[in-house]
């Protein structure tokens, strides 16, 4: 598998003060909601001084198609150019990233930088432990760019492909799926998972074969990770053990593989390895009628 950066992928606020204090560090603030709420507004109304709002559909995704589904990963390098072009560290420096989900949105942005040799970490508990602890919001739009001082020109000799080691195609999902030595995870809720009607995808159910495994219930009410050993167990009652994730027999999925990255984070933060994600998940598998759906 491809190497980890040396930062972890979760990290407290104490952490991130320090690393605020140090410089070459900057806070992104990525919101999605399923139901049509604008996260632009979200941002506006409370958010991390001194964050950046990084849009989930501009930013970390390509354009949505029924071969690709409905966040398809962007090109590495137009990815990486637009972080830069918000003033968020590309070649050097930590971003460090937030949402009011408990994580599971903005593990898509530490994910996709980390996939890339970049340093990004995920802020356990996110706004609302952040809240919690009586710290301080910033309101209004801002100037939507960090407070960074450029290190020069823009980037060059950015990567044009992702690692193929840590991904996953809807042919290896079917594999993994039908494979007992393999193990196809969907991060979405138990109720999608078992086929409860769903605006967002064209069919209801799941992938025959897949394990549901909720992403929300890896966190607590405030958003932050329950204890190592209930993450591990509950990964292991799975299938999910370190020999599988090293020979790339753990995939990784969710609604449209933006929550499928926080269970990728989990995974590498217990020291399991690092999975693969399949980027298209249930939302290309469900426009392909020659794919059969299961439900329950």
């Known amino acids: ?3 980890s950066p040396a930062v972890p992928p979760f990290v407290d606020a104490a952490w991130l003060d320090t690393a605020l204090a140090h410089g070459r560090t900057a806070l992104a603030d990525v919101r999605w ?6 996260p632009a507004e979200a941002f506006a109304a409370g958010h991390l001084p001194g964050a950046v709002r990084v849009d989930v559909d501009d930013v970390l995704a390509g354009p949505p198609s029924d071969a690709a589904g409905r966040h398809p990963l962007p090109a590495p390098d137009a990815f990486l150019r637009a972080l830069a072009d ?4 590309v070649d050097e420096g930590v971003v460090v ?11 898509r942005l530490v994910w996709m930088l980390r996939a890339l040799g970049r340093p990004a970490a995920l802020l356990d508990g996110g706004l609302l432990a952040w809240r919690a602890a009586g710290r301080p919001l910033e309101t209004g739009a801002g100037e939507q760019r960090a407070p960074l001082p450029r290190t020069g020109a823009a980037p060059t000799d950015l990567p044009t492909t992702w690692p193929a080691v840590l991904l996953a195609d ?5 594999r993994a799926a039908a ?10 809720p138990a109720e999608r998972f078992a086929g409860a009607p769903d605006a967002l995808d064209p069919r209801a159910g799941h992938v025959p074969g897949a394990v549901g495994l909720p992403v929300r219930d890896d966190v607590d009410a405030l958003g932050r990770l329950l204890p190592e050993e209930v993450l591990r167990d509950r990964l292991a009652a799975a299938g999910v053990r370190a020999e599988a994730v090293a020979a790339g027999a753990v995939v990784s999925s969710c609604g449209s593989g933006v929550t499928a990255c926080h269970r990728l984070l989990v995974i590498e ?3 399991l390895g690092r999975a693969r994600l399949w980027p298209g998940s249930w939302s290309q598998w469900s426009r392909d009628p020659a794919r059969p759906a299961a439900t329950g």
């Open 1 to 3: 598998m491809a190497d």
């Open 33 to 38: 909601y399923p139901d049509g709420r604008d």
């Open 86 to 89: 918000l003033g968020l560290p």
């Open 97 to 107: 990233a937030y949402d009011d989900a408990g994580g599971v949105i903005a593990a």
């Open 170 to 174: 809807v042919d290896d999902a079917a």
């Open 179 to 188: 494979d007992p030595g393999s193990v196809l995870l969907d991060a979405r």
């Open 269 to 271: 933060h217990l020291g």
